[in-house]
């Protein structure tokens, strides 16, 4: 079984400043990770994956994810918030490489002050 | 663009109608499409896989009589509500892949309002 936990279901940052999403992981089997965001009313756009190999995940619009299996993590950051970052953030879990029957996390609604 | 379209984006309906959504992979054949469910403010729940040409594998809890799902060509998969009721109104969403380990693409989702 998978299941997927996300700290904190709002995070409020300043534009300019870091942004840091947690998520951590339960999986049976090796587990492949992914970071969707979704803007209102749409669907989910993937902002980065780990499947196997580099630990550290680079992602579109400057985000990256760090797998952690000791702390079984995969947290995303940010180096600077853009205005535009505001959305809903969901991590999730597969037991594939190609996203099939996703288990999601909570979600995470990022708001960035300006 | 898109390679997932979902229709409609919107649908308001009286209470007790059937209402059908589409699924489709516009560039890429898909013998599984994945359906999700989204509740306001909370996370996706995975309600149901659509196998082209068989019957779709739900998920512990969902109603497969409620819930109709046909898979009948590799691109395009329907989710039916069958006589919905308000606590039916939930924003539904469906992914697609070309399979093996590419990845899915979702499409927009569909607001769902039962009055």
């Known amino acids: 079984a998978q299941s997927v936990t996300q700290l904190g279901s709002h995070v409020s940052v300043s534009e300019g400043a870091l942004v840091l999403l947690r998520c951590n992981y339960s999986?049976?089997?090796?587990?492949?990770l992914f970071w969707y965001v979704q803007y209102p009313n749409q669907g989910l756009q993937l902002l980065l994956k780990?499947?196997?190999?580099?630990?550290l995940v680079k992602g579109i619009n400057g985000f990256e994810a760090e797998f952690k299996k000791s702390e079984t993590s995969f947290h995303l950051t940010k180096p600077s918030a853009h205005m535009s970052d505001a959305a809903e953030y969901f991590c999730?879990?597969?037991?594939?490489?190609?996203?099939?029957?996703?288990?999601f996390g909570q979600g995470t609604r990022l708001t960035i002050n300006p | 663009g898109a390679v997932v379209s979902q229709h409609p984006s919107r649908v308001i309906c009286k209470s007790g109608t059937s209402v059908k959504i589409e699924c489709r992979s516009l560039?890429?054949?898909?013998?599984?499409m994945f359906w999700y469910r989204q509740f306001p403010k909370q996370s996706l729940m995975l309600m149901a896989t659509?196998?082209?040409?068989?019957?779709?594998?739900?998920e512990q809890g969902v109603e497969k009589d409620k819930f109709l799902i046909n898979h009948a060509s590799l691109t395009l998969s329907t989710l039916t509500v069958t006589s919905a009721h308000p606590e039916d109104s939930s924003f539904y969403i469906c992914?697609?892949?070309?399979?093996?380990?590419?990845?899915?693409?979702f499409g927009d989702g569909t607001r769902l309002s039962i009055l």
């Open positions: 992914s697609a892949g070309p399979g093996g380990n590419q990845p899915q693409h």
């Open positions: 999986s049976s089997v090796p587990p492949y």
């Open positions: 780990y499947t196997t190999g580099a630990t």
């Open positions: 999730a879990v597969s037991e594939n490489q190609g996203a099939q029957k996703l288990v």
């Open positions: 560039d890429f054949q898909a013998t599984t």
């Open positions: 659509s196998n082209e040409g068989s019957k779709a594998t739900y």
